[in-house]
T-cell receptor
């Protein structure tokens, strides 16, 4: 069974900290890796997309990397803000689209 | 237009009611999806339409009936639901036909409560 695991499951940090969210998949074969954020009771907002031929993507304070050989992706958030508080989901695209287990982030003012 | 629009945002229904959820996109995407999400869990795939044809049904009970009238519109018809069907229902779309390489665009979701 193809699984996508996110560590940690929950994270609470003070405002201003840099942080890293991890995503790992049991099968290193991949077409693409998407990172989404989800606010409580809301839909998913796409943050970054990394194609299998790419190593990383950046958008503002966000940087996502992809290491296919180890089956891992990381989402780096610089200078965290309370507005970053949300659940972050990674999604692996291969034969099927597989969602990660999610990391719930709380940034404390 | 880069959005997936879902209506209604909230729906409360009894177990004997018939209701529908609607999803619309005007990005020219040819694959459309229904996902179900329970609290604190990732979304679970229910159905995929590719070029207006049902491509995937993840063994969803028949009380959920999807419909894709055209390439821009996706409906989910609900009948005789159970309280455990209460969840956030998410619609998504992607370019081209369905494949594992699809890049998904999600709507804001419809919160369903079954009494």
């Amino acid at each position: 069974k193809q699984e996508v695991t996110q560590i940690p499951a929950a994270l609470s940090v003070p405002e201003g900290e840099n942080l890293v969210l991890n995503c790992s998949f049991t099968d290193s074969a991949i077409y693409n890796l998407q990172w989404f954020r989800q606010d409580p009771g809301k839909g998913l907002t796409s943050l970054l997309l990394i194609q299998s031929s790419q190593r990383e993507q950046t958008s503002g304070r966000l940087n996502a990397s992809l290491d296919k050989s180890s089956g891992r992706s990381t989402l780096y958030i610089a200078a965290s803000q309370p507005g970053d508080s949300a659940t972050y989901l990674c999604v692996r695209g291969y034969q099927k689209v597989t969602f990660g287990t999610g990391t719930k982030l709380q940034v404390i003012p | 237009d880069t959005e997936v629009t879902q209506t209604p945002k909230h729906l409360v229904m009894g177990m004997t009611n018939k209701k529908s959820l609607k999803c619309e996109q005007h990005m020219g995407h040819r694959a459309m999806y229904w996902y179900k999400q329970k609290a604190k869990k990732p979304p679970e795939l229910m159905f995929v339409y590719s070029y207006e044809k049902l491509s995937i049904n993840e063994s969803v009970p028949s009380r959920f009936s999807p419909e894709c009238p055209n390439s821009s519109l996706l409906n989910l018809h609900l009948h005789a639901l159970q309280p455990e069907d209460s969840a956030l229902y998410l619609c998504a779309s992607s370019q081209g036909g369905f494949s594992g390489a699809n890049v998904l665009t999600f709507g804001a979701g419809s919160r369903l409560t079954v009494l």
